[in-house]
């Protein structure tokens, strides 16, 4: 079972480069959402998605931009890198909201670890 | 804005000792996640808190949630080194988590 799949693992880039982080999930799933981790500190919610066609901001969306254009697919795009979001990006996806009538958690991909220099 | 704060932020224990990590939320909600992370490695959710009152044992792990005092546990009883690892809580509210700082439990011989 694939469940909650991220690529790249692993990326550097520099200062002013663009790229994106592809979250895939297996499950259905109608929720998808992309935090980042930053040492010493919790998972912040960067952008979210209630469903296929639909995205949100969370706490902390600036330079970011994210797509979901097929429901099993959470895009996570960086315009003009900025040293300020070298972190752990991690994806999650829920059935549906984590909300009054449901009692899913969310399943956590294993992470991009992306530097910027 | 929510808030979630966890204490303490760093635990070192000995292998056989009890221990309980706090988790204090600063708006209303009924739910309440709990979740486990290796160094390096993605988040695995251990329990899934309800309701006002509602207590989960897995092992030697027990979850409980006050929803009235806005705060959760999780109590640690005989500690083990397997249970060497970074815990969260994340509080459910309008469909999104907020997570805690997260507290690193270090397991000592």
């Known amino acids: 079972n694939a469940g909650v799949t991220q690529t790249p693992k692993f990326r550097v880039l520099k200062t002013g480069q663009s790229m994106t982080l592809l979250c895939a999930q297996d499950m259905n799933h109608e929720y998808m959402y992309w935090y980042r981790q930053d040492p010493g500190m919790g998972l912040r919610l960067i952008h979210y998605?209630?469903?296929?066609?639909?995205?949100a901001k969370g706490e902390v969306p600036d330079g970011y931009n994210v797509s979901r254009l097929k429901k099993q697919n959470f895009l996570l795009g960086l315009e003009s890198a900025a040293p300020s979001q070298t972190s752990v990006y991690f994806c999650?996806?829920?059935?549906?909201?984590?909300?009054?009538?449901?009692?899913?958690?969310?399943?956590f991909g294993d992470g991009t670890r992306l530097s910027i220099l | 804005e929510l808030k979630v704060e966890q204490n303490p932020l760093f635990l070192s224990m000995q292998e056989g000792k009890n221990y309980t990590i706090y988790c204090n939320y600063s708006t209303t909600s009924d739910r309440l996640y709990w979740y486990r992370q290796d160094p390096g490695k993605s988040l695995e959710s251990l329990f899934v808190l309800l309701s006002n009152g509602a207590v989960k044992q897995e092992g030697r792990l027990m979850a409980s949630l006050d929803t009235k005092a806005r705060l959760s546990t999780l109590h640690i009883t005989a500690a083990v080194h397997d249970l060497s690892a970074t815990y969260f809580c994340?509080?459910?509210?309008?469909?999104?988590?907020?997570f805690g700082t997260g507290t690193r439990l270090q397991v000592t011989l």
């Open positions: 999650a996806s829920s059935y549906t909201g984590t909300d009054t009538y449901s009692n899913q958690p969310q399943h």
């Open positions: 994340a509080v459910v509210t309008a469909s999104k988590l907020t």
């Open positions: 998605s209630v469903g296929e066609g639909t995205t």
